[in-house]
Every structure is written in C-alpha cells, then in structure tokens.
C-alpha cells in the first residue's frame, strides 16, 4: 500500500549527540514533504518543508531535511540534539494535486540531559 | 496574531451520542483540513474544504462524520451515534490557500466516548 514509514519508532539520546530520523514514502510522481514536531501538551508545528529547489532544506531549531528522490526519502538531521528537543516527530508527505497530509506513524525522541 | 483555535479542548460523551467539534481558522485562510489522532490509527486524514469547491471527503470514516464550514471561515465537525472507536484527538488545521503551503495546526479537541 503506498504509505510514508518512520522506521524509528522510540530514540533516546543523550545531549549533543547527533540525530537522523528517517522518513521514506512510497508514491510516485511529485511531492511535497513536511516534517512537523509535537512537543509535550503542545499542537503539531513545522519544523521544516521541501517544495522544490534544493533538497537540502533548513528548518527551525538547528533541524535540517535531505530529499532524495532516488531513494524517495527525506530524512530530519540534527547534528547535536538538546534536552528541549523531546518531542515527537512526524514526517508526512502531500501529493501533486491534493492538499492532504498524509503521516508517518511518528517518532518519539527523547532527550536526557 | 491568532492561531487555529479549537473548541471544546476536550469533551467526553455517551456511546450514541452525537457531538459536535468546532473550527476557528486563521483569518484568511481559505483552506481548512480535519485531521484525526488516534493510538491505533495515527494522524488520518478525514475531510477538506477549499474555497467555494465541493470539499474532498475522501477520509471520512463512516457516514456518522460529517462536516460543514459555514461563509468560508468557521467549520464544524459532526459525528453521529458516537462509538468507542471514535475516541481520539480531532485537529483542525487551516492553510492560505490549496497548494504548496504550510498547514498550521489547531491544539485540538479530545474526544472520549464512554
């Protein structure tokens, strides 16, 4: 079934230790990709987005995302996690000519100091 | 300025009941989406309204789901005849238009069904 997977369901970390969540997603055809963060007793909000251009794209908090369109994958780095990075994150994917999220299953990152 | 706000923040009801969940979108906005959080299901997508176009509700569970946004801002959520299964977070998001564009997110409505 064409789907958007995060492998990663449960990674713990420790402070400064660097972060790669993977996201792949199975259509074809163009997509647009989206990362969005939860973070404890809060609503969903963007961490970053890729629509075209560079597939390397920036977002908030020192986050990063690679497209890869060979790979249909758009993974979320981060090269030294903080404490205040607990949260969960969830990849999601929107097709060429529909506005409809459609989500990862979502990881759960957590930070210890 | 102000988010997507949502209301009740959390409701708990009969099985059989029916309820209604409310939307308020970003002023602006023309692009309201329903999304749904559940345990078992994750984020799903239920329904979508653009504009004056017909709204896509291509993820609508059941016929007891329906919903309606009244002069293109406000929308509301129904569900009919309530069932265990309903129980989850309804989220709200509005966006500026369709297309290439950043859905923002309500905080949600909490629904319970006892």
């Known amino acids: 079934a064409q789907s958007v997977s995060q492998h990663n369901h449960h990674v713990i970390l420790s402070e400064a230790a660097s972060l790669e969540l993977g996201c792949n997603y199975s259509?074809?055809?163009?997509?647009?990709l989206f990362w969005y963060v939860q973070y404890p007793g809060q609503h969903l909000q963007l961490l970053l987005k890729?629509?075209?251009?560079?597939?390397l794209v920036k977002g908030i908090k020192g986050f990063e995302a690679e497209f890869i369109k060979s790979k249909f994958s758009f993974n979320l780095r981060k090269p030294s996690v903080q404490w205040s990075d607990t949260a969960e994150y969830f990849c999601?994917?929107?097709?060429?000519?529909?506005?409809?999220?459609?989500f990862g299953t979502g990881t759960r990152l957590q930070v210890f100091p | 300025g102000a988010g997507v706000s949502q209301s009740p923040s959390n409701k708990v009801t009969e099985k059989g009941k029916d309820v209604e969940l409310r939307c308020d979108p970003i002023?602006?906005?023309?692009?309201l989406y329903w999304y749904r959080q559940s345990l078992g299901q994750g984020l799903e997508f239920l329904i979508y309204?653009?504009?004056?176009?017909?709204?896509?509700k291509s993820g609508l569970p059941s016929d007891r789901f329906s919903a309606e946004r009244t002069g293109g801002s406000v929308s509301t959520l129904t569900i009919q005849r309530t069932q265990q299964e309903d129980s989850a977070v309804y989220l709200c998001?509005?966006?500026?238009?369709?297309?290439?564009?950043?859905?923002?997110f309500g905080p949600g409505t909490r629904l319970t069904v006892t």
């Open positions: 309204f653009q504009g004056n176009s017909a709204p896509d």
């Open positions: 259509y074809g055809g163009t997509v647009n």
């Open positions: 998001a509005s966006s500026p238009k369709a297309g290439a564009y950043e859905q923002y």
């Open positions: 002023s602006g906005h023309t692009a």
């Open positions: 890729y629509f075209s251009g560079d597939p």
């Open positions: 999601a994917v929107t097709r060429y000519n529909t506005d409809k999220l459609i």
